[in-house]
């Protein structure tokens, strides 16, 4: 086209896909809300569990990767604590394997937490929550993995459920950011400036992790060839043997990300947000002709 354009992406995505670099700002935030959600509300099937709910089903974002969901499983300290389950889309789901477990769980613990990735698959890689449509990039559009995995629990083994799908809460609560996540999503948005100053062109600031404890990272240029139009799924060493829990390497990954408080400030009750003041900027390229 002959424009003089400089590109440098930022890395910002709470699926945490984004390969070359440990992590995505937003991540670790939605990470933490995940986590603090599941427990909440495994508190509260507990309370009801000799009366009523057994099974509680939460659905996590992730279309292919299942990064969010195995965030849950970090309030899993002790045995028998939830989440008891988690489905990944890295693991396809076995419906005998995942209903046994179930069973087995509330049997010995008396009630069953899971949690589901919105992207899990059967073993012919279609998507359980498929809905039959398409949206503007192509990519099938999902029903909810949640509701249909509480409906096959109660079908198959009599047990009342409940089930939550968060969607957009789970990447707008900013009263549960992590302080980790807002440092690193202050510096590669600061690296970035950096680099289209310096006249630096088709690159990312990534993140790399230098160790877990203490948590120490740096920000480095990666060229945008290597992570556009690619994904970065759970490593095998992140998932339990059985497919539907999460690892020491895992949680050691994941610990530092949810890492601290950011305050808010608050009035009445409730935050005080940033109010955008949005204006379309004034045009300074000649009309594109195709």
Known sequence: MGYPLTCVAVPKTIDNDLPIT???PGFGSAAKYTAVSVLEAS?????MADTSTRVFVYEAMGRHAGWLAAAAGLVARRPGDPPHIILLPEVPFDEERFLAK????VENVGWCTVVVSEGVRDRQGRFLAEAGTRDAFGHAQLGGAAPKVAALVTEK????????VPDYLQRSAR?????TDLALAQ???RAAVEYAMAGMNAVMPAIHRLSDSPFRWEIRPAPLARIANREKTLPAGFISRDGMGITAAARRYLAPLIAGEAPLD?????PVVAQLKLKLARRRLPAWEG
């Open 22 to 24: 440990d992590c995505s």
């Open 187 to 189: 510096a590669v948005g």
């Open 175 to 179: 009263h549960l950011a992590s302080a």
């Open 102 to 105: 179930v069973k087995a769980t």
């Open 157 to 164: 083994l009599g047990y009342k459920h409940h089930w939550a």
């Open 266 to 270: 608050w009035r009445d009750g409730l």
């Open 43 to 47: 508190l509260d099937v507990a309370s």
